[in-house]
């Protein structure tokens, strides 16, 4: 029988350098001999992941409440595939999940419960790597782009958010670090992982 892939969850700010990191994450596992592909949401190129970018963009608006579900939908639509994929051996590397989802909306002000409904029975990840870094650091990077949401107020709240929805599955790396650093700490977290999950024995992934 094949032994099912992991879902290893990438989550933090904007400019916490998620996205450098997780093609690392893949490069690194692929190199090593597992069977790994990155994953990212929103997933801009599908029906509800381009009104998602339009939504970004600020060239369309919407309420906060549809935009959210929106953001559950794109997830949703996934979910099929990707659980085929881990359950035929290969790994995801997810950048971005239901955690930014909740965290965003209801850092605009949405109730925290309501928020995390529609995700409720998406695949649970094995494992989360919150990126830690403070806006004042976040801000030194260059500053936020042009997107909706690339704002420091809004991103001081969605980092306090975020803190709250943390369970005994997150690792929280310092992403203030050198990205040589930030890798190296994230592939001693992942290994550590894996040889537990496989002493253990992977258990079925809730669905
Ligand atoms: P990205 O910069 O990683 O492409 O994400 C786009 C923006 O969308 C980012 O500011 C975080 C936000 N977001 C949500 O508000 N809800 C979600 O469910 C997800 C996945 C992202
Ligand atoms: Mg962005």
Known sequence: MVQRGLLIVVEGCDRSGKSTQCENLVAKLQQTGNDTELVKFPDRTTQTGKMIDSYLQQKSDLDDHAIHLLFSANRWEAMKTLSEKLSTGTTLVVD????????????????????????????????VLFLDLTIDEAEKRGGFGQERYEKRDLQIKVRDEFTKLQDDTWKFIDASQSKDQVQQDIWDTIKQ???????????????
């Open 96 to 127: 971005r999940y239901a955690f930014s989802g909740v965290a965003f909306s209801s850092a605009k002000g949405l109730d925290l419960e309501w928020c995390r409904n529609p995700d409720i029975g998406l695949l649970t990840p094995d494992i």
């Open 193 to 207: 992982f894996k040889q537990k999950s496989t002493k253990d024995g992977i258990q079925p992934l809730q669905f």
